[in-house]
C-alpha cells in the first residue's frame, strides 16, 4: 500500500469521525434545546442516556426477563376481533360468553358499549376460534394468569399448525383434548397469535405428541429475532378476563 493511499484511508475515517460527531452533536441540540455551552459534556450525557440504551437493546447485551420479552412481542401485534375465546357449557355447546351491556341515555336510545372486557368464569370451559385471513402456519402463544408462558399451537392441542386459512377452532378435531379448561387465579389471559407463510426457522417448536411446551426467555428471543427478517409475518393479540 502506498503513503497516498494510507494517508487518504486515514483522511476518510477523521472525516467520518467527524460528522458522525457533529451528526451526534446536532441530535443533542435537537434533544436538549436552548443548552449552548458544555457540547462535550452535552454529546457524552447523549451518548449514555440515548444512544448506548438503545444500542444495548438492540443488541440483547443485557438479558430481558421472559415478562419483558412478551410484552415486546405484545407491543408488536395488533388487537384483533378475528381471536375469540368460546365459552362451553356442561354439554360442551358454546354459550353466549357477555350479554350486550347497553348504557341508556337520556333520549331513551341505547348504545352498546364496544370496550367492555370479555369476561369468563374461572374454571370454564373454553375453545378458542382463530378465522385466518391468508394459508400458513400458526403460532399460537398464551400468557396464563399466573405470568406462565405456554405454546399452544403446535402441542396436543394442536397437532397440524399450517391451515389453508379460514375459521380454525383449538382444540382442533384431531387433538385428544376436547376443549381448554380456565384452572388457577383470576386475572388477564393473553393470546398473541403469529402466522406465517413459510414454516418457521426456530429450532424449538414442539412436535407432535411432545407436552405442553412452556416457553422461557430463549424461545421468545429466538421469536422476535426471526420476525426482524420476516416481514411476512402477522402478528395479532386479544385478551380475556378470568374472573370469580
Given at each position: ?20 460527531f457533529n451528526y451526534t452533536l446536532f441530535k443533542c441540540r435537537t434533544a436538549y434545546q436552548g443548552i449552548t455551552k458544555g457540547k462535550w459534556k452535552i454529546a457524552k450525557r447523549y451518548l449514555r442516556e ?130 381448554f379448561k380456565l384452572t388457577g387465579s383470576t386475572g388477564w389471559e393473553e393470546i398473541v397469535a403469529v402466522i406465517t ?48
Open positions: 500500500m502506498s503513503g497516498f493511499q494510507i494517508i487518504f484511508g486515514w483522511h476518510i475515517f477523521f472525516v467520518f469521525r467527524i460528522s458522525y440515548v444512544l448506548y440504551p438503545e444500542w444495548v437493546k438492540q443488541r440483547r447485551i443485557i438479558p430481558l426477563t421472559c415478562n419483558q420479552l412478551w410484552r415486546e412481542l405484545w407491543g408488536q401485534a395488533k388487537p384483533t376481533n378475528k381471536m375469540q375465546p368460546i365459552l362451553l357449557n356442561d354439554k360442551l355447546q358454546p354459550v353466549s360468553l357477555n350479554p350486550k351491556r347497553l348504557s341508556y341515555l337520556e333520549m331513551g336510545e341505547a348504545e352498546i358499549d364496544e370496550t367492555a372486557p370479555i369476561l369468563i368464569p374461572l374454571k370454564s370451559k373454553i375453545r378458542l376460534d382463530v378465522n385466518l385471513e391468508q394459508a400458513g402456519y400458526l403460532l399460537l402463544l398464551e400468557k396464563g394468569t399466573s405470568g406462565k408462558l405456554w405454546c399452544l399451537s403446535p402441542s396436543g392441542f394442536a397437532p397440524e399448525w399450517r391451515h389453508s386459512g379460514g375459521r380454525i377452532t383449538l382444540p382442533l378435531a384431531s387433538s385428544r383434548h376436547r376443549y407463510r413459510n414454516l418457521p426457522e426456530l429450532d424449538w417448536l414442539p412436535k407432535p405428541g411432545e407436552p405442553l411446551l412452556q416457553l422461557q426467555e430463549g424461545h421468545l428471543t429466538g421469536l422476535l429475532d426471526y420476525l426482524k427478517d420476516d416481514r411476512d409475518s402477522q402478528l395479532w393479540r386479544m385478551a380475556y378476563q378470568v374472573t370469580v
